[in-house]
């Protein structure tokens, strides 16, 4: 389990959403990338030093910190929409390979190179920008309808990362609430949400949805 490369935004327009600009267009870097907490949603701030969110009111801030999206997932989407895919291309910070990203469940922790700890707190959830940068008609509904969402994670102990680094899992908590099946819960399957609640770790306002499901 390594990076394949780490990625940071290249600001661009961003007709789809009638905000200034998007950080969607993520590209490789060569060399380290600091990585540290960016605080709460609302100021751009993200992961990865060089890097920021637009949308501030969807994206950024500590739960959003990172995102990771595995090479292999890439491949798949590559043959089925019979395009080349480049890492980054999906506006993720961490391409990954040999790493279970979808099945990783809320709360588990992945020590990166020597210093870096990042948390998976949450699954991605598709927008306009994401649909129009990829110029897919239909891309949203195609997206959730596979849901290999990818995971955003927290930052837990900061430090550099780079590509190459080795990706080790340093703790799982014992609940089966993984990436995709919050992803699942939160679109198309409602009746998944009451076992959310078994994740401490997903974001409050998720949690909050759940326990509206299991009261009502």
Same mark, same amino acid.
């Given at each position: ?7 940071? @935004? ?13 950080? $969607? ?33 969807? +994206?950024?801030?500590?739960? #959003?910190?990172?995102?990771?999206? &595995? ?48 948390? =998976? ?10 649909? @129009?940068?990829?110029? #897919? ?7 959730? #309808? ?14 550099? $990362?780079?590509? @190459?680094?080795?990706?080790?899992? =340093? +703790?799982?908590?014992? +609940?089966? =609430?993984?990436? &995709? =099946? ?23 306002? $998720? ?8 009261? @009502?």
């Amino acid at each position: 389990m390594r990076l394949l490369s780490v990625n940071v @935004g290249n600001p661009s327009p961003n007709p789809w959403k009638g905000l200034g600009a998007t950080g $969607i267009d993520k590209r490789p870097v060569d060399g380290p990338v600091a990585v540290s907490a960016p605080g709460p949603k609302g100021t751009g701030a993200v992961g990865l030093a060089g890097d920021r969110v637009y949308d501030v009111r969807n +994206h950024g801030g500590g739960d #959003q910190a990172v995102y990771a999206y &595995a090479r292999e997932d890439l491949d798949g989407w590559q043959a089925e929409l019979g395009r080349t895919l480049a890492n980054g291309v999906f506006g993720e910070n961490l391409t990954t390979v040999g790493v279970d990203v979808n099945g990783a469940v809320i709360g588990e922790r992945w020590r990166i190179g020597a210093d870096v700890v990042l948390e =998976v707190s949450c699954a991605r959830i598709p927008c306009g920008t994401f649909q @129009g940068w990829l110029e #897919q008609d239909g891309w949203i509904k195609r997206f959730t #309808q596979a849901a290999l969402p990818g995971a955003y994670l927290r930052v837990i102990e900061p430090g550099d $990362i780079r590509a @190459g680094d080795p990706v080790e899992v =340093v +703790h799982r908590p014992d +609940h089966d =609430v993984t990436v &995709a =099946v919050s992803f699942r819960a939160v679109t198309r399957e409602p009746d998944l949400l009451p076992l959310l609640l078994a994740a401490d770790a997903l974001p409050e306002e $998720i949690r909050e949805l759940a326990q509206r499901r299991t009261a @009502g």
